[in-house]
T-cell receptor
Framework: GNSVTQMEGPVTLSEEAFLTINCTYT??????LFWYVQYPGEGLQLLLK?????DKGSNKGFEATYRKETTSFHLEKGSVQVSDSAVYFC????????????FGTGTRLQVFP | DTEVTQTPKHLVMGMTNKKSLKCEQH?????MYWYKQKAKKPPELMFV???????INESVPSRFSPECPNSSLLNLHLHALQPEDSALYLC??????????????FGPGTRLTVL
């Protein structure tokens, strides 16, 4: 079946540290891949997306590359800020079907000054 | 306008009450969604409307009743809920249901507490 696996959190970093949050997926066909972010007490916001192999999504200093050979879509940021503290969800959308998002379990990021 | 709005922000209700959650978008999106999110969990899909017709019901109990009066509005009617239904209820919309590369835009959610 289709699924998304994320690294367990929380991920705790100091400000300006490098961030990687791992995400791997299982899917038939060619899914679209997304990273959503949820700040405390808020809904989900799309952070970035990639719709085909080797695409790189980027936004607000975050980036992720769609790697079909390793079925991965790892989220990276070169220098995190306290304001990046949130829960990050990796998700996939199945092709040629209803675009039911399949979410990973989420990874909490805590950034300290 | 790239916003999905939801009202109310917070709702407390008893198990015998009837209440409604409202969602609105003005992006011209033709697919709208209801999700339920428990603490420290990802959102779980409840319902999908496509072109104002219900296309997915993820085996949701009948005490939750969705309604799509027009392409911009989505309601979720609540009746005889249980305490375990307490959660954050998220609304989302996307341009079309069947185009997988279209991202979903989420509202801020309604925090529901059932006493």
């Amino acid at each position: 079946g289709n699924s998304v696996t994320q690294m367990e959190g929380p991920v705790t970093l100091s400000e300006e540290a490098f961030l990687t949050i791992n995400c791997t997926y299982t899917a038939t066909g060619y899914p679209s891949l997304f990273w959503y972010v949820q700040y405390p007490g808020e809904g989900l916001q799309l952070l970035l997306k990639a719709t085909k192999a080797d695409d790189k999504g980027s936004n607000k200093g975050f980036e992720a590359t769609y790697r079909k050979e390793t079925t991965s879509f790892h989220l990276e940021k070169g220098s995190v800020q306290v304001s990046d503290s949130a829960v990050y969800f990796c998700a996939l959308s199945r092709p040629y079907n209803t675009d039911k998002l399949i979410f990973g379990t989420g990874t909490r990021l805590q950034v300290f000054p | 306008d790239t916003e999905v709005t939801q009202t109310p922000k917070h709702l407390v209700m008893g198990m015998t009450n009837k209440k409604s959650l409202k969602c609105e978008q003005h992006m011209g999106h033709r697919a709208m969604y209801w999700y339920k999110q428990k603490a420290k969990k990802p959102p779980e899909l409840m319902f999908v409307y496509s072109y104002e017709k219900l296309s997915i019901n993820e085996s949701v109990p009948s005490r939750f009743s969705p309604e799509c009066p027009n392409s911009s509005l989505l309601n979720l009617h609540l009746h005889a809920l249980q305490p375990e239904d307490s959660a954050l209820y998220l609304c989302a919309s996307s341009q079309e249901e069947t185009l997988s590369y279209n991202e979903q835009f989420f509202g801020p959610g309604t925090r529901l507490t059932v006493l």
